[in-house]
């Protein structure tokens, strides 16, 4: 069994910043990737940032700059550190990662609970 374990949401100030932290836990052989998404009110879940295992990065166009993305594979945890917030940054962030749990399993995909952002202005 496999869980996600969010924490770091809140409420900010526009400029300001937070940092959103997850930890895979269970039987984990393997991650090859890891990243974050986010759902806001009435629209679509999407990407924010990516990152597998060997350090490859990608980032949502309109979120390069102001967001970071970072890995520790020796905790299985990751991590999005969100500066110079803005109101359209309120959403519901959630944390995703693709986990093998042997040599033989599939990769399956695992999504942690959610965890709110709210920016006001």
């Known amino acids: 069994h496999v869980q996600l374990v969010e924490s770091g949401g809140g409420l900010v100030q526009a400029g300001g910043s937070l940092r959103l932290s997850c930890v895979v836990s269970?039987?984990?052989?393997?991650?090859?990737?890891m990243a974050w998404y986010r759902q806001a009110p009435g629209k679509q879940r999407e990407l924010v940032a990516a990152?597998?295992?060997?350090?490859?990065?990608n980032y949502a166009d309109s979120l390069k700059g102001r967001f970071t993305i970072s890995r520790d594979n020796a905790k299985n945890a990751v991590s999005l550190q969100m500066n110079s917030l803005k109101a359209e940054d309120t959403s519901v962030y959630y944390c995703?990662?693709?986990?093998?749990?042997?040599?033989?399993?599939?990769?399956?995909?695992?999504w942690g609970q959610g965890t709110q952002v709210t920016v006001s202005s």
């Open positions: 990152i597998t295992g060997g350090g490859s990065i």
């Open positions: 269970g039987t984990i052989f393997s991650i090859p990737a």
């Open positions: 995703y990662a693709a986990v093998a749990q042997s040599t033989t399993d599939r990769v399956r995909q695992y």
